[in-house]
């Protein structure tokens, strides 16, 4: 059903609480932070670059990364920082 999106656990370290999110894998990373800055919260300081890093293995992905071309898999446990 969703062949296209992966679920995960989002952190996010300015506001202390995780969420549950579903994002597509053909989208880059830095527009997956954008459509998180944009859209989602209102309450996070978007004037400076965040990272998406994976808790687990401490890979810190690269902006123009695509999400399927990273190890992100449904589970996969991401901060914001």
Request: hydrophobic share 40%.
């Amino acid at each position: 059903m969703f062949e296209n999106k992966v679920l995960v656990n989002l952190y996010i370290l300015s506001l202390g609480k995780d969420f549950e999110l579903y994002i597509p894998v053909n989208e880059k990373v830095g527009n997956i932070t954008k459509l998180i800055n944009g859209n989602m919260f209102d309450s996070i300081d978007f004037s400076r670059n965040h990272s998406i890093l994976n808790v687990e293995d401490g890979t810190c992905y690269k902006a123009n990364t695509l999400i399927r071309d990273t190890n992100i898999k449904n589970g996969t446990k991401l901060l914001l920082v």
